[in-house]
Every structure is written in C-alpha cells, then in structure tokens.
C-alpha cells in the first residue's frame, strides 16, 4: 500500500513569509508526528497527534510554528514569518496507534529553504 | 548534554568486519528503544527494536541496558550496502528522542 507522502518536496521561500508543508500518513493510521532535521543531526520531535488532537506539541520552537490535524488523516505543519534559521528537512511520520513500541514509518520530508 | 548520544563516526572499514555503535540516553522513563538507518538525502527507516533480553535479526544484534542507559548495535559480516547513518532513538509515551547518528563507510 502507499507509504507517508507528504508535499511539497522543495519548499524556497523569502523570510517573513508562511508556508504550510502537507504530510498524508499511511491510511488507518493513529498517529502522526513531525520532525525537522538539520544537516548532521538526527530528528528533532515537533509535534505529535493522537486522531485530530495534538497529544504533546512540546518540541514546536515558538509561536511561529503550529500544527493541525482536523479530520484525522491529512496534517498541515504551519511556519509563520519564517526565519533563515526555519531551514531544514520537514519529515513527517506515521504508526498505527502511537501507543508503545511501535515502528514508525517515515515520509521522504519537505526540504525547505528561507532565503 | 543531548538526551541521546550517539558517536558520530565515521565508522570506516573493511567488507566483512564488525563493526559495534554505542547509544548512551538521561531519560531513565524511556519506554522503548529502537535502532533507525537513514541513507543520505533518504528517510529514516527502523532497522530494529532493542530490548533488554537483546534481540537479533541476521547479522544484526540490539542491545539495551538499562541500568547503565545504554543501546548497542553490532553488524557483523559488514556489506557495502551496510554504509549509512545509524540513529539510536527512545521513545517515552509518544514522544521519540533521536540521536545524531553515527556514520559508517564500507568499503571493498
């Protein structure tokens, strides 16, 4: 079946912009999280949704950033006034209910650069 | 101090050797522990789950001690298909804290 998708690919903006960066988990699945990922560095956890709500938002670096998942499925990470500093790889990731070990499956990320 | 520690390498070696990363974690509530492999400009993609009993999968083996807070990894038999970022990850009611990763090249 089909993976994590998640649009755009590449994302070029100017600073103070918004973007908005779409993530399409793999479909029944539960749980949705995001990560933003710098060159040289691992995944660095955003937010994470249970359904339509968001269970810990605790990793989002400030106001700028928000999330939202209305209907359960489909979830928009959103980047107001962005900053230079806001470029990195978006990665989004799915699992079946988010509840113990369980695998999580990783879309390819939205490449964003603030120019 | 990061919450996961990983040595970033590179790892640089032969076809066929072992080759053993080490992941140290602070969260003593972490509930799970997984190892991921990232290849370059890819997606991460679990490689296994560690448990404290130790787990193998070919020539794959997990480690986790949780005592001493730490996950190891050893790849035996190493295969050029092998290169790629190790990532060391615990996972604490949801939330999933990634290391750096450690870096290895195989080579022939």
């Known amino acids: 079946g089909a993976g994590v998708s998640q649009t755009p690919s590449n994302k070029v903006t100017e600073k103070g912009k918004y973007v908005e960066l779409r993530c399409d988990p793999i479909?029944?699945?539960?749980?949705l999280y995001w990560y933003r990922q710098s060159l040289g560095q691992g995944p660095e956890f955003l937010i994470y949704f249970q359904g339509t709500g968001a269970a810990d938002d605790s990793g989002l670096p400030n106001d700028r950033f928000f999330a939202v998942r209305p209907e359960g499925s489909v979830s928009t990470l959103k980047i107001q006034r962005t900053e230079r500093g806001d470029s990195a790889v978006y990665l989004c990731?799915?699992?079946?209910?988010?509840?113990?070990?369980?695998?999580?499956?990783f879309g390819p990320g939205t490449r964003l650069l603030v120019l | 101090r990061k919450e996961v520690e990983q040595d970033p390498g590179p790892f640089n070696v032969p076809e066929g050797a072992t080759v053993a990363f080490n992941c140290t974690y602070s969260?003593?509530?972490?509930?799970?522990f997984f190892w991921y492999r990232q290849d370059c400009r890819k997606e991460p993609k679990l490689l296994m789950s560690?448990?404290?009993s130790g787990n193998e999968d070919g020539r794959f083996t997990a480690q986790l001690n949780r005592a001493s807070q730490y996950i190891s990894l050893l790849i035996r038999d190493s295969k050029l298909s092998d290169s790629a970022t190790y990532l060391c990850v615990n996972t604490n009611a949801g939330k999933s804290t990634f290391g750096d990763g450690t870096t290895l090249t195989v080579k022939p």
């Open positions: 479909s029944g699945h539960t749980a």
């Open positions: 969260n003593s509530a972490s509930q799970s």
């Open positions: 560690v448990y404290s």
């Open positions: 990731a799915s699992s079946a209910s988010g509840f113990g070990g369980e695998t999580q499956y």
